[in-house]
């Protein structure tokens, strides 16, 4: 995190702390600080680990129990100081997270904090030279006791029942132990940690917040697994589930490969152990990772000092092409030219080497494989991010080189992988992976399916991102196949939601560029994608995967490209948002695939109907009608307005042929004017109104403005476009990914067949079309790819079982095989009114943020209720709205529609009006469906009146109140 935001967060903490008793808000905040609330919002998350709200929550609570314990004061006081309306309301927040009521806590007389004032001053050097120096973890001395006790401060939320004093007796005899571990940064300290050696227990473990994403808690926790308690099983112990004074402790140790374990109680508050087995079982691997990290070091200055060496070398040529530039011939200075241009060259080089082994400190490989031909001794390979090579050593393979293909296709036993010279077959003897965080190994596993499995389960757990990722480590057999397909040409991919083809198509491309790196660049490749939040969300792959960002675009970009100077069109109108019959007879009309022969025959009679030749006469010079008709018809391959200067130039020749007395002749572009004045459709728009005409339905064609064509009529009049004037074809890509291939019309895919006549990446899921009035399948589609090798993906992996269950019960896709990945079961809640549901929703809003999950969707059938919704919702929560004239996607709240969230994903989503009026129809069993399966963790459907028959099959119960 930027300094400066940290500096706006201790601003908004001194705020807060100076008004703890006004109401305060995210809105008040943001208006005195002038700051945009989704700015405050996230930093603020990001920085202290819970929201605003939450804050201020705790912050009242711990100062009512101060008053509690320390004070004569009434409780009813004590709670409308606290901004509670009523003693009620104070005492059920306080139970909840004191485990007692207020009276109780206060006969006890022991006051202990939720949460103190945050501090946050620092210099966190540390933070700004990430990946650099290796951390040093040490025992902590008697000097390090206030810098750690300010630690413990901050991080005293996820510490129940903390008693200052007595924890500093227990800090001070940890130390004489040397069984306390610090990480300062400074004079701050980042991490600590208390341990007990006879016990195999940490104690306590605090991470500053601005250093959680920087992978402190894993750096503390290798120190004590593999130098002080080597071998032994760890224990911790920390709130149960559910309780609302969890800030995200549980998540953080699973996150850490900690198992749930007994249930206990400590000091009278209820808590649970998490247990971590010994991680790493193979001390060679340990040294293994050891030597790779100095040899990666060592890379790494070399390659330091090649970018520094070539940086200096660019300048002081470009200074002696300044100095002497009046001086040096023209020979000279183009050498100079060149060499500069060359240094260039090699400067962009070493500086990506440099990056990628940057990348590789982080993590250098996430598996090894040993393998050996029939009669050869096993070799090891270890498989990275990419290849690391080192004193002409490969240290570490691609992931996408040939060999690496072996971890994910087989188990130890017999295996092969192919190679540009034939098939390699042999014994696979081992297969190990790991997890390597900060260039410390978090865990290793010896692989068999079995394991494999519960490393993908640890990856599905993980909360979502705030852009897709890459899935290497965890690559599925079935996911591989298509992704190593060695298919050149197109590639359709059918796969139901959340079966990884996003990832899966990106990976491939990653795959195709390394495959075909000499004739395949990123510049080379193009995502058309449906909107701009999905193409930001899907942005990050491919640079995750050390390659160039590839170029992204959609259906209205391409659009405006062709038809900037011809003709305006009106944006793509939600098909879901509009009750207009005859539009959506249009839609039906133009999205079927009789529509395109339909097109092509109008277009294939055009020559004849819409160019009417007549004689042409210059002089004593004259050609008949016919000859001109045959001429144009001649070059068929051409746009028919194209053909004109072609004819003129035989009208020329043949002119000049005849012309023994060297008669004037006529001017070329007059001809071309006389030929011009033969065409009877007289502009692309006149031939696509007549296109309607003569079907027999000019009703089927409605300019909404003059000179501005409705959406749908905007793929259609391109392809009339092609054949009148034509379109230019991009001659730059060689590869085209097209996602969501179910939301767009065969006629659709005739124009970009025309455009990019290059192979494609087809991916999509037909269960989840959103347009109600398309009217094509995917053997329409595949009957348009003849030749293409066709895919699917059955297994879905990015919802919990019981989420799948739900959605297969409203729209029953029988190929769709859930992940057994299990979580809590959906919830589908009535509600009184509309009033009540905004309640329980702002309700669920809250409780998402005590959760600190990192996403949470509101979707909605419409973009219209998305953005009522949206106004209708107390704006403390930092909400985005995320809406067609949307460019990015945050973590945080979203509210937003079915039509949006396509390809998105959430920890938890809500449903709102998940009833009889909204959901209804068999397109309404597709949005719901579309709906539920963007949730990762859970998911909650609200409903007043009575709730959508499309959620009948559900096993799942409707909560009443
Ligand atoms: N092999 C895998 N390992 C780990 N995570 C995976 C794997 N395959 C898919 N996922 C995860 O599952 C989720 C869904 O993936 P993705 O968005 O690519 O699926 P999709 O088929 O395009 O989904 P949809 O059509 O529903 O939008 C993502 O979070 C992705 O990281």
């Known amino acids: 995190m930027p300094m400066k935001h940290i500096e706006h967060v201790i601003s908004v903490i001194d705020y807060l702390e100076g008004h703890l008793s006004d109401k305060t808000d995210l809105d008040a905040v943001a208006e005195a600080l002038h700051y945009s609330k989704y700015h405050l919002h996230r930093i603020f998350t990001d920085a202290v680990g819970i929201t605003i709200h939450e804050y201020i929550v705790r912050r009242?609570?711990?100062?009512?129990?101060?008053?509690?314990?320390?004070?004569?004061?009434?409780?009813?006081?004590?709670?409308?100081?606290?901004?509670?309306?009523?003693?009620?309301?104070?005492?059920?927040?306080?139970t909840a997270m004191y485990k007692q009521p207020p009276n109780r806590y206060r006969e006890a007389e022991r006051f202990y904090p939720l949460q103190l004032k945050f501090n946050l001053e620092g210099d966190y050097k540390m933070?700004?030279?990430?990946?650099?120096?290796?951390?040093?973890?040490?025992?902590?001395?008697?000097?390090?006791?206030?810098?750690?006790?300010?630690?413990?401060?901050?991080?005293?939320?996820?510490?129940?029942?903390?008693?200052?004093?007595?924890?500093?007796?227990?800090?001070?005899?940890?130390?004489?132990?040397?069984?306390?571990?610090?990480?300062?940064?400074?004079?701050?300290?980042?991490?600590?940690?208390?341990?007990?050696?006879?016990?195999?227990?940490?104690?306590?473990?605090?991470?500053?917040?601005?250093?959680?994403?920087?992978?402190?808690?894993?750096?503390?926790?290798?120190?004590?697994?593999?130098?002080?308690?080597?071998?032994?099983?760890?224990?911790?112990?920390?709130?149960?589930?559910?309780?609302?004074?969890?800030?995200?402790?549980?998540?953080?140790?699973?996150e850490l490969g900690f198992a749930e374990g007994e249930l206990l109680e400590e000091f009278g508050y209820p808590t649970q152990r998490f247990i971590l087995a010994n991680p790493v079982p193979y001390p060679d691997e340990m040294i293994h990772l050891d030597e790779m990290n100095k040899k990666l070091d060592a890379a790494l200055a070399q390659a330091d000092g090649d970018v520094s060496r070539i940086d200096r070398e660019y300048r002081d040529a470009k200074r002696y092409m300044a100095e002497y530039r009046g001086e040096l011939d023209p020979h000279e200075m183009f050498q100079n030219e060149l060499l500069l241009r060359q240094t260039d060259h090699t400067g962009a080089f070493a500086a990506g080497i440099r990056d990628r082994l940057e990348k590789l400190k982080d993590s250098p490989y996430f598996a090894r494989i040993d393998f050996g031909g029939r009669s050869e001794s096993p070799e090891t390979f270890y498989i990275g991010r990419f290849t690391f090579r080192h004193d002409n050593e490969i240290l570490v393979y691609d992931w996408r080189a040939p060999v690496s293909g072996m971890f994910y296709d087989y188990e130890p036993g017999p295996a092969g992988y192919d190679t540009p010279s034939g098939r390699i077959e042999g014994e696979l003897t081992r297969k190990r992976q790991f997890k390597i965080r900060n260039g410390t190994m978090e865990y290793a596993l010896e692989s068999s399916s079995h394991i494999q499995d519960d490393i993908l389960q640890k990856e599905l757990s993980h909360t979502s991102d705030e852009r897709m990722k890459s899935i290497i480590t965890t690559i599925q057999k079935e996911q591989n196949k298509i992704i190593r397909s060695g298919h050149a040409g197109t590639m359709v991919i059918q796969g139901v939601a959340g079966s990884g083809k996003t990832s899966v198509a990106l990976h491939r491309i990653a795959f195709l560029l390394y495959r075909f790196r000499d004739r395949l660049t990123a510049e080379n490749v193009a995502i058309l994608s449906p909107n701009k939040v999905f193409a930001d969300y899907i942005s990050g792959v491919i640079p995750e995967l050390a390659e160039e960002p590839v170029y992204e675009l959609?259906?209205?970009?391409?659009?405006?490209?062709?038809?900037?100077?011809?003709?305006?069109?009106?944006?793509?109108?939600?098909?879901?948002?509009?009750?207009?019959?005859?539009?959506?007879?249009?839609?039906?009309?133009?999205?079927?695939?009789?529509?395109?022969?339909?097109?092509?025959?109008?277009?294939?009679?055009?020559?004849?109907?819409?160019?009417?030749?007549?004689?042409?006469?210059?002089?004593?010079?004259?050609?008949?009608?016919?000859?001109?008709?045959?001429?144009?018809?001649?070059?068929?391959?051409?746009?028919?307005?194209?053909?004109?200067?072609?004819?003129?130039?035989d009208i020329f020749h043949r002119f000049e042929s005849d012309n023994l007395m060297g008669d004037d002749l006529p001017k070329l572009q007059a001809v071309v004017k006389a030929l011009t004045a033969m065409l009877t459709g007289k502009s692309p728009l006149a031939l696509y109104k007549g296109f309607y005409r003569k079907t027999g339905h000019p009703e089927l064609f409605v300019m909404p403005k003059k000179n501005t064509l409705e959406w749908t009529d905007v793929y259609p009049f391109l392809y009339l476009y092609a054949a009148y004037e034509g379109l230019t074809q991009s001659r730059i890509t060689k590869h085209l990914v097209i996602d969501?291939?179910?939301?767009?019309?065969?006629?659709?895919?005739?124009?970009?067949?025309?455009?990019?006549?290059?192979?494609?990446?087809?991916?999509?899921?037909?269960?989840?079309?959103l347009n109600p009035y398309h009217a094509y399948t995917l053997d329409d589609l595949l009957a348009l790819y003849e030749g293409a090798q066709f895919a699917e993906l059955n297994k879905s992996y990015r919802s919990t079982y019981e989420i799948m269950t739900f959605a297969k019960s409203i729209r029953n896709i029988a190929a769709l095989e859930p992940v057994a990945r299990h979580g809590e079961a959906p919830e589908v809640i009535?509600?009184?009114?509309?009033?009540?549901?905004?309640?329980?929703?702002?309700?669920?809003?809250?409780?998402?943020?005590?959760?600190?999950?990192?996403?949470?969707?509101?979707?909605?059938?419409?973009?219209?209720?998305?953005?009522?919704?949206?106004?209708?919702?107390?704006?403390?929560?930092?909400?985005?709205?995320?809406?067609?004239?949307?460019?990015?996607?945050?973590?945080?709240?979203?509210?937003?529609?079915?039509?949006?969230?396509?390809?998105?994903?959430?920890?938890?989503?809500?449903?709102?009006?998940?009833?009889?009026?909204?959901?209804?129809?068999?397109?309404?069993?597709?949005?719901?469906?579309?709906?539920?399966?963007?949730?990762?963790?859970?998911?909650?459907?609200?409903?007043?009146?009575?709730?959508?028959?499309?959620?009948?099959?559900?096993?799942?119960?409707?909560?009443?109140?």
């Open 60 to 94: 009242r609570l711990t100062e009512a129990a101060k008053l509690l314990v320390f004070s004569d004061r009434p409780i009813l006081d004590i709670a409308l100081a606290a901004g509670y309306k009523s003693q009620q309301a104070f005492t059920d927040i306080f």
């Open 830 to 961: 009535r509600c009184r009114d509309g009033q009540d549901e905004l309640l329980r929703i702002r309700k669920a809003m809250d409780e998402y943020n005590r959760n600190v999950n990192a996403s949470l969707g509101i979707i909605l059938k419409t973009d219209k209720s998305a953005k009522a919704l949206f106004d209708a919702l107390s704006p403390e929560y930092g909400l985005q709205l995320v809406s067609p004239d949307s460019s990015r996607f945050h973590n945080g709240i979203t509210v937003t529609s079915v039509k949006m969230s396509k390809g998105l994903e959430f920890d938890e989503v809500i449903i709102p009006h998940a009833n009889r009026e909204t959901y209804f129809s068999e397109h309404d069993r597709n949005l719901l469906y579309i709906a539920c399966t963007r949730a990762m963790h859970r998911l909650t459907l609200f409903y007043t009146g009575e709730c959508s028959g499309l959620l009948s099959g559900s096993s799942c119960s409707v909560k009443e109140d």
């Open 740 to 769: 969501e291939m179910q939301d767009y019309a065969p006629i659709q895919y005739a124009v970009l067949n025309m455009l990019f006549p290059c192979p494609k990446t087809i991916l999509g899921d037909f269960g989840q079309s």
């Open 554 to 649: 959609s259906f209205a970009e391409i659009a405006e490209m062709h038809l900037e100077r011809v003709i305006h069109f009106e944006p793509e109108r939600n098909p879901s948002e509009t009750e207009d019959v005859n539009l959506a007879e249009r839609i039906l009309y133009k999205s079927a695939p009789e529509f395109v022969s339909l097109m092509d025959r109008y277009i294939a009679e055009l020559p004849y109907t819409a160019f009417a030749p007549a004689a042409y006469t210059y002089g004593r010079f004259s050609v008949s009608g016919e000859w001109i008709q045959k001429r144009f018809l001649a070059y068929k391959s051409h746009p028919l307005r194209k053909r004109l200067p072609l004819v003129a130039k």
């Open 127 to 254: 933070l700004e030279d990430q990946g650099g120096a290796a951390w040093d973890i040490t025992f902590a001395s008697e000097e390090d006791i206030p810098c750690w006790m300010e630690l413990v401060r901050l991080v005293v939320a996820g510490y129940p029942h903390l008693d200052e004093k007595e924890y500093m007796q227990a800090l001070k005899e940890s130390i004489r132990r040397q069984e306390a571990l610090i990480l300062k940064d400074g004079s701050t300290a980042a991490g600590i940690m208390l341990f007990s050696a006879r016990n195999g227990s940490i104690d306590f473990m605090g991470t500053h917040p601005l250093y959680r994403k920087a992978g402190v808690p894993g750096a503390l926790l290798n120190k004590v697994m593999h130098e002080l308690l080597k071998g032994r099983e760890i224990s911790i112990t920390t709130y149960r589930d559910g309780d609302r004074a969890d800030t995200g402790q549980r998540r953080e140790l699973k």
